[in-house]
């Protein structure tokens, strides 16, 4: 079965519209896919209904910034109640920090002696529109002005820490996320495990916090082809007792090395995160 339960569309910072998103979904024969937008469920709301009519089934998702021990962990909520109040006044607060980190962020590199830079806020509105702004509508703002090459360099040269853009966000506490994504009947998923720098110690250590927490699930595969991180990652679901989730991550259609639904099988020993989601709502006749 094809699966994708990690993407992203305009409601935050992918390029392509939900319904678009939904289109390339079917496109690839996508059979059960979760629109997992930076803190907003506006994507997947806008979707219910295509995606009954499309025949796709659609999760309810969001993923989730917050912090651990300082650093930013992104926690991916699949199949919750989207009207749940808690969960939606907390991403709420977080859209709120993410406007004023981004205004933080553009003032700082506005200051450098660089045109191009001082044209940025008008670039970046344009692309954010009325989706959730994020460093990656910075990142492509300054693709367009030709101050980089690729999204990747705008993170090296201006976004990461120690680079002259960088602002330190001010997310939720990790436990605090799981928390609004359990009680809205939801599963809290570690996100791309493999991409925080942890050590395998400190890893283990994130899990076992989460797992305190509540926290359901680890995206052991982001990958079109299987590799060895997935093997590990897939051990420590094993060992922490948590159901496996795979996600694509995909944010644009011009990465190459990454495809909606394009994700390598769960490795051997798996429970798959789809065992636990509620059954889709029977319509009656
Ligand atoms: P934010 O949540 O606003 O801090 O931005 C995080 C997003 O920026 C991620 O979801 C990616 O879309 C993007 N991103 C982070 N690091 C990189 C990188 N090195 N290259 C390209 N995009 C990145
Ligand atoms: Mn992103
Ligand atoms: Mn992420
Ligand atoms: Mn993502």
Redo the contacts with the bound molecule.
Sequence with gaps: MKVDFHCHSTAS?GSLSPEALLALAQQHQVEMLALTD?DTTAGYRSLIEPAKAAGIHLISGAEI?CQWLGQTIHIVGLDFDDENPVLQQGLAHIREA?KIRAQQILDKLSTKANTHLQQLPAHVERLVGDGVI???HI?QAMCQLGLVSH??QA?DRYLKRGRPGYVA?QWPELAEVVQWITQAGGLAVVAHPGLYGLTSNKLNRLLEGFVAAGGQGLEVVNAPRANAEQVGMAQRAQRFGLYASLGSDF?HPQQSWRGLGWLAPLPKGCVPIWQAFKPAAVIPI
């Design positions: 910072d930076h910034s993410r994020g460093r990656g990142a999204n990747a993170f966000a944010h």
